[in-house]
C-alpha cells in the first residue's frame, strides 16, 4: 500500500532555508519517491497551517522511513527543521472499502 510523507510548515528563516528544497531533492532518487505537492504558497481554506506543503508518496510506510531515516537525509534535514516551523506527517494511502 501506498504512503505519504506529508510535510506544512512555515519558513522562519528564508536564507538559511533557500539551500533545503535542492539538498533535499538530491536525496529523493534511490528511493522512488513521487512528488505529488510542492507548494510554496498554500492557499489556507481552514485552520493555521504553514505557507509550505509538501507531499511525497513512496511505495509503503517501510519505504518512506528508509528514505526519511537514511543517512544521506538526515544531514540535510536540519536544513529545514532549524530553519521553519511546523509538521511532518506519514500516513497511508486510501484503500476504498468493498
Do not use: K
Not at 510506510?61 to 540535510?76: G, H
Amino acid at each position: 500500500m501506498s504512503a505519504y510523507m506529508i510535510f506544512n510548515y512555515t519558513v522562519t528563516a528564508p536564507d538559511d532555508y533557500a539551500s533545503y528544497g535542492p539538498a533535499a531533492r538530491r536525496t529523493l532518487g534511490a528511493h522512488g519517491v513521487e512528488i505529488v505537492v510542492a507548494d510554496h504558497s498554500s492557499q489556507t481554506i481552514e485552520g493555521a497551517p504553514g505557507q509550505v506543503t509538501v507531499v511525497l508518496r513512496f511505495e509503503s510506510r517501510e519505504a518512506a522511513l528508509a528514505w526519511y531515516e537514511s543517512e544521506e537525509y538526515q544531514s540535510v534535514v536540519h536544513l529545514r527543521t532549524d530553519n521553519s516551523e511546523g509538521a511532518a506527517v506519514l500516513c497511508d494511502g486510501f484503500i476504498m472499502p468493498s
